[in-house]
């Protein structure tokens, strides 16, 4: 009992000892065992306790030379030095801006008020085994809720379909000319500020949006419009409509950049209808819809009642349309409340105005940052258990004049926690560096916290855990050399555990060629998608956006463009086959089945006569529209797949119905409305018009000179209001915009995994060659040739990176099938994107030794052998 103090230690453990062999006599050995040690428990007791002999300042003392060893070992061996530090300085880089990122993903609307209590509202299809959800509701919808249910406090909606897509959104005030472009425009509730309990800065939040034409503006537009004002009862004028004229009703708080929420204008709902009888009309879907519970209130009980929303609104709606299938589809049919909190992250697949982050890429991220750190501290590892042999001597000597074990495992965390100190002041000022990268590529604006009180105890306790962390295998290792065997000269030169620091040099290797496998597949399917054959052209074509303020102008702007000798033709309409632009989902049946068949969900398109030919769509059968035959008002144009889902073998002269009846005059190729990872769905064409953009197939000459001249056109026209345009192939690219980030990700962390592993490798090397320098000398004395020694250095490192080859292909295949599975139309995984890494990876193993190795070929035996 060493806790006991001198002079009762004797007595008290021979008095235990009699006791106990007496109660092994009487009682067995089971009970003396368990009588013994609570005797021994009885006395830890403050009277009984050893008193320490150190004082403080011996401890201090103590860790003070362990620092001046470690710090003399540091400076010592500076190419060992350096690479423990720099890639503990990378790996801690890349951990500290991938925290920044988790943190800020995670942080969404973390700032609402009551946000635990707060819903959006989903509505979940299930059909033939896909489920589809999205967040689209019936403008009556939101009254039903709070009419229906007792345990909603509040419902607010919002519609950004109406008026303000497609790239429209002009604003002025109402005593200027001048019209400036401006995105984030909405209709919504008053509800729906009150619901999220938005700041304002001034008016009223409580009726900020109750009058009709009124419009909520944030404090950065009305410090643009109105600076130095309070712009409340000061009118507006949205895309260039003077009997579009708004009264600003409030002004709020800029939403903080963790809001999915970002718009900047919101007008009024109020006494608000976008066609005759919208607000009491069940079978549009334009408004998502959110829901803020009474306290104590389950979401999950509330969930199981929404479900009468369908018997009692829905399905009537749907009989009385004459829905053959609306039985079968009140079942495929069910209703979600999603978290607010959760909305940033969770929406993956739910076809949402702005884009949104995914928990998988967070995931992603995350894992990425562990591996590089891992990396790094294998390094770390290696390096500290290859160097045993020159640390041994230190630890037998110290053991023979009576250093504990536990001393000597303090002395190596000890140094490893400087390494770790002076790699986190260097890893910190790497990510400082390297930030405004990061931010490119994670599409952020992030910044250090150094004000935050918690992020510099963050830096110090993580450097002292991943120190920790990072050092207990070395200070075990290096710890357990037994004295006798170290004075002997019986302890190997760093081999015993050659076999561990093969392993962690496979998992390296494992993990770097992992990432550039994942890189080479994500770049094939990206070039696949910029290059896939996709029905319609896309190059040359120019989207001039905000077109809508010309009104009945419209038409002659476009004629005066196709009249320039560098414009091929161009259209006018708000649907276009990329991201941003208008979608309008319709049902349709044959003429006569409304009552009789499930209706077939296309897409219903409004066009003019030259839209086919601008984008280069093949019509198949039929012909186009045209602008001097009346009766094509009513005519439509459908693709392959809609005449395949309604049964239509000749559809020329047939027709169908939407709920108006169309002739059908023409039948197109099927192209890719949507990126390639949607499949192609039904589409249907009317004749009509849809103002917000005019597209321009330009001819591929001289495009600064076709651009001066629809410049000129345009100011003739809009004098007061800048032109606005991007190009269609420019907008197509956009789509793929996460793909996009996705490579730039893998290409960062594979180039930054191979430069952690070779660092590794480089520093591993440099010292099993020094190891086997006098090995080498010897084999150059009896004649060996330079290749045969170039072999005999770099074969098992060689031998390492074609097992972790081995092992990496099968993972790779694995994440990146699974990866592809998001897309419809996608690439194919073949040999080349195996082969590929796997000769990069062996190519930088052997570049990274052979310098060592040659140069340890060239070296003259004499300068090995002088002292043997």
Same mark, same amino acid.
């Given at each position: 009992?060493?806790?006991?103090?001198? +002079?009762?230690?004797?007595?008290?453990?021979?008095?235990?000892?009699?006791?106990?062999?007496?109660? !092994?006599?009487?009682?067995?050995?089971?009970?003396?065992?368990?009588?013994?040690?609570?005797?021994?428990?009885?006395?830890?007791? &403050?009277?009984?306790?050893?008193?320490?002999? $150190?004082?403080?300042?011996?401890?201090?003392?103590?860790?003070?030379?362990?620092?001046?060893?470690?710090?003399?070992?540091?400076?010592?061996?500076?190419?060992?030095?350096?690479?423990?530090?720099?890639?503990?300085?990378?790996?801690?880089?890349?951990?500290?801006?991938?925290?920044?990122?988790?943190?800020?993903?995670?942080?969404?609307?973390?700032?609402?008020?009551?946000?635990?209590?707060?819903?959006?509202?989903?509505?979940?299809?299930?059909?033939?085994?896909? $489920?589809?959800?999205?967040?689209?509701?019936?403008?009556?919808?939101?009254?039903?809720?709070?009419?229906?249910?007792?345990?909603?406090?509040?419902?607010?909606?919002?519609?950004?379909?109406? !008026?303000?897509?497609?790239?429209?959104?002009?604003?002025?005030?109402?005593?200027?000319?001048?019209?400036?472009? =401006?995105?984030?425009?909405?209709?919504?509730?008053?509800?729906?500020?009150?619901?999220?309990?938005?700041?304002?800065?001034?008016?009223?939040?409580?009726?900020?949006?109750?009058?009709?034409?009124?419009?909520?503006?944030?404090?950065?537009?009305?410090?643009?419009?109105?600076?130095?004002?309070?712009?409340?009862?000061?009118?507006?004028?949205?895309?260039?409509?003077?009997?579009?004229?708004?009264?600003?009703?409030?002004?709020?708080? +800029?939403?903080?950049?963790?809001?999915?929420?970002?718009?900047?204008?919101?007008?009024?709902?109020? =006494?608000?209808?976008?066609?005759?009888?919208?607000?009491?009309?069940?079978?549009?879907?334009?408004?998502?819809?959110?829901?803020?519970?009474?306290?104590?209130?389950?979401?999950?009980?509330?969930?199981?009642?929404?479900?009468?929303?369908?018997?009692?609104?829905?399905?009537?709606?749907?009989?009385?349309?004459?829905?053959?299938?609306?039985?079968?589809?009140?079942?495929?049919?069910?209703?979600?409340?999603?978290?607010?909190?959760?909305?940033?992250?969770?929406?993956?697949?739910?076809?949402?105005?702005?884009?949104?982050?995914?928990?998988?890429?967070?995931?992603?991220?995350?894992?990425?940052?562990?591996?590089?750190?891992?990396?790094?501290?294998?390094?770390?590892?290696?390096?500290?258990?290859?160097?045993?042999?020159?640390?041994?001597?230190? /630890?037998?000597?110290?053991?023979?004049?009576?250093?504990?074990?536990?001393?000597?495992?303090?002395?190596?965390?000890?140094?490893?926690?400087?390494?770790? /100190?002076?790699?986190?002041?260097?890893? /910190?000022?790497?990510?400082?560096?390297?930030?405004?990268?990061?931010?490119?590529?994670?599409?952020?604006?992030?910044?250090?916290?150094?004000?935050?009180?918690?992020?510099?105890?963050?830096?110090?306790?993580?450097?002292?855990?991943?120190?920790?962390?990072?050092?207990?295998?070395?200070?075990?290792?290096?710890?357990?050399?037994?004295?006798?065997?170290?004075?002997?000269?019986?302890?190997?030169?760093?081999?015993?555990?050659?076999?561990?620091?093969?392993?962690? /040099?496979?998992?390296?290797?494992?993990?770097?060629?992992?990432?550039?496998?994942?890189?080479?597949?994500?770049?094939?399917?990206?070039?696949?998608?910029?290059?896939?054959? !996709?029905?319609?052209?896309?190059?040359?074509?120019?989207?001039?956006?905000?077109?809508?303020?010309?009104?009945?102008?419209?038409?002659?702007?476009?004629?005066?463009?196709?009249?320039?000798?560098?414009?091929?033709?161009?259209?006018?309409?708000?649907?276009?086959?990329?991201?941003?632009?208008?979608?309008?989902?319709?049902?349709?049946?044959?003429?006569?089945?409304?009552?009789?068949?499930?209706?077939?969900?296309?897409?219903?398109?409004?066009? +003019?006569?030259?839209?086919?030919?601008?984008?280069?769509?093949?019509?198949?059968?039929?012909?186009?529209?045209?602008?001097?035959?009346?009766?094509?008002?009513?005519?439509?144009?459908?693709?392959?797949?809609?005449?395949?889902? !309604?049964?239509?073998?000749?559809?020329?002269?047939?027709?169908?119905?939407?709920?108006?009846?169309?002739?059908?005059?023409?039948?197109?190729?099927?192209?890719?409305?949507?990126?390639?990872?949607?499949?192609?769905?039904?589409?249907?064409?009317?004749?009509?018009?849809?103002?917000?953009?005019?597209?321009?197939?330009?001819?591929?000459?001289?495009?600064?000179?076709?651009?001066?001249?629809?410049?000129?056109?345009?100011?003739?026209?809009?004098?007061?209001?800048?032109?606005?345009?991007?190009?269609? +192939?420019?907008?197509?690219?956009?789509?793929?915009?996460?793909?996009?980030?996705?490579?730039?990700?893998?290409?960062?962390?594979?180039?930054?995994?191979?430069?952690?592993?070779?660092?590794?490798?480089?520093?591993?090397?440099?010292?099993?060659?020094?190891?086997?320098?006098?090995?080498?000398?010897?084999?150059?004395?009896?004649?060996?040739?330079?290749?045969?020694?170039?072999?005999?250095?770099?074969?098992?490192?060689?031998?390492?990176?074609?097992?972790?080859?081995?092992?990496?292909?099968?993972?790779?295949?694995?994440?990146?099938?699974?990866?592809?599975?998001?897309?419809?139309?996608?690439?194919?995984?073949?040999?080349?994107?195996?082969?590929?890494?796997?000769?990069?990876?062996?190519?930088?193993?052997?570049?990274?030794?052979?310098?060592?190795?040659?140069?340890?070929?060239? $070296?003259? &035996?004499?300068?090995?052998?002088?002292?043997?």
């Amino acid at each position: 009992m060493t806790f006991l103090r001198d +002079d009762l230690a004797e007595e008290v453990i021979g008095d235990l000892e009699e006791k106990f062999y007496a109660t !092994l006599k009487t009682r067995g050995p089971f009970r003396a065992k368990v009588n013994y040690w609570y005797q021994v428990i009885q006395y830890i007791r &403050p009277f009984a306790m050893r008193k320490s002999n $150190t004082s403080p300042y011996n401890h201090y003392a103590m860790f003070q030379n362990y620092f001046k060893i470690g710090w003399r070992n540091l400076a010592k061996q500076k190419m060992y030095s350096a690479v423990k530090i720099g890639g503990f300085a990378l790996g801690i880089a890349a951990c500290l801006l991938i925290a920044l990122f988790i943190n800020d993903e995670l942080s969404y609307d973390r700032h609402i008020p009551d946000a635990e209590r707060i819903y959006r509202v989903v509505e979940v299809w299930e059909e033939e085994g896909k $489920t589809e959800r999205g967040i689209w509701f019936q403008a009556p919808f939101a009254k039903a809720l709070k009419d229906d249910y007792p345990e909603i406090e509040k419902v607010g909606r919002f519609n950004s379909s109406e !008026l303000f897509g497609a790239g429209s959104g002009e604003f002025r005030r109402a005593d200027q000319l001048e019209n400036f472009h =401006e995105e984030g425009f909405v209709y919504a509730d008053q509800e729906l500020l009150d619901l999220m309990n938005i700041p304002f800065v001034y008016g009223n939040p409580a009726h900020a949006l109750d009058e009709p034409n009124t419009i909520v503006i944030t404090k950065r537009k009305a410090d643009k419009y109105f600076p130095g004002e309070d712009p409340v009862g000061k009118f507006v004028i949205i895309n260039g409509n003077d009997a579009f004229i708004k009264k600003i009703g409030g002004v709020i708080q +800029d939403f903080p950049k963790t809001s999915h929420l970002q718009f900047d204008f919101f007008v009024t709902l109020k =006494e608000r209808e976008f066609w005759p009888g919208e607000q009491t009309f069940w079978g549009a879907t334009n408004y998502p819809t959110y829901v803020k519970l009474l306290p104590g209130a389950s979401s999950a009980e509330l969930e199981k009642k929404l479900s009468s929303v369908i018997d009692k609104y829905l399905l009537p709606h749907w009989i009385a349309s004459g829905r053959a299938d609306a039985e079968e589809l009140k079942k495929q049919t069910t209703f979600e409340l999603q978290p607010v909190q959760d909305i940033h992250l969770r929406s993956a697949n739910m076809y949402d105005i702005a884009s949104r982050g995914d928990i998988r890429f967070v995931w992603l991220f995350g894992a990425i940052a562990l591996f590089i750190l891992v990396l790094a501290s294998i390094n770390f590892i290696n390096l500290s258990t290859a160097k045993s042999a020159n640390r041994a001597k230190e /630890v037998g000597l110290r053991k023979v004049v009576g250093s504990a074990r536990g001393n000597i495992i303090n002395q190596f965390l000890t140094e490893s926690l400087l390494f770790s /100190v002076f790699s986190f002041v260097l890893g /910190v000022a790497i990510a400082a560096i390297f930030l405004p990268n990061f931010n490119i590529l994670s599409g952020k604006q992030l910044e250090f916290p150094w004000e935050a009180w918690w992020f510099v105890p963050s830096l110090l306790a993580s450097a002292f855990v991943v120190g920790i962390l990072a050092g207990l295998y070395p200070s075990f290792y290096l710890s357990s050399f037994q004295p006798i065997q170290v004075l002997k000269g019986n302890i190997s030169r760093g081999s015993k555990s050659s076999g561990t620091r093969s392993t962690l /040099v496979v998992f390296q290797f494992t993990i770097s060629i992992i990432l550039i496998i994942g890189t080479f597949v994500i770049y094939k399917q990206m070039n696949f998608m910029l290059n896939a054959k !996709l029905g319609y052209e896309k190059d040359q074509v120019l989207l001039i956006q905000g077109t809508n303020t010309l009104g009945d102008k419209i038409k002659t702007f476009k004629n005066e463009l196709k009249a320039l000798p560098q414009v091929v033709n161009a259209t006018i309409s708000d649907y276009l086959p990329v991201s941003g632009t208008k979608r309008n989902g319709n049902g349709f049946w044959n003429e006569g089945r409304i009552k009789i068949d499930k209706s077939v969900s296309a897409q219903k398109w409004v066009v +003019d006569s030259d839209y086919i030919k601008t984008l280069g769509i093949k019509i198949l059968e039929g012909r186009n529209f045209a602008e001097d035959i009346v009766s094509d008002t009513s005519s439509i144009i459908i693709n392959q797949s809609l005449a395949k889902e !309604l049964g239509l073998k000749d559809p020329i002269g047939k027709r169908i119905t939407n709920w108006t009846v169309y002739n059908v005059i023409g039948v197109i190729e099927d192209f890719h409305d949507e990126s390639l990872s949607e499949e192609i769905t039904p589409l249907a064409m009317v004749v009509g018009i849809s103002p917000s953009i005019v597209s321009v197939k330009v001819k591929a000459t001289d495009m600064q000179e076709a651009m001066g001249s629809i410049t000129e056109v345009w100011k003739k026209f809009l004098p007061h209001q800048a032109i606005r345009y991007s190009f269609l +192939d420019d907008r197509y690219a956009a789509m793929y915009a996460d793909v996009q980030r996705l490579a730039r990700v893998f290409t960062t962390f594979a180039i930054l995994a191979i430069v952690v592993a070779c660092l590794g490798l480089f520093a591993l090397s440099s010292f099993m060659i020094e190891q086997r320098a006098k090995e080498v000398s010897i084999r150059l004395v009896l004649g060996a040739s330079l290749k045969s020694i170039f072999n005999l250095l770099t074969l098992n490192f060689v031998k390492l990176v074609l097992i972790a080859f081995a092992i990496a292909s099968p993972v790779a295949w694995y994440m990146m099938t699974t990866w592809l599975k998001d897309f419809n139309y996608k690439t194919d995984i073949g040999l080349e994107v195996f082969f590929i890494p796997g000769i990069v990876a062996v190519m930088i193993a052997l570049m990274t030794v052979s310098y060592q190795s040659v140069r340890a070929a060239l $070296t003259k &035996p004499a300068n090995s052998l002088r002292t043997e």
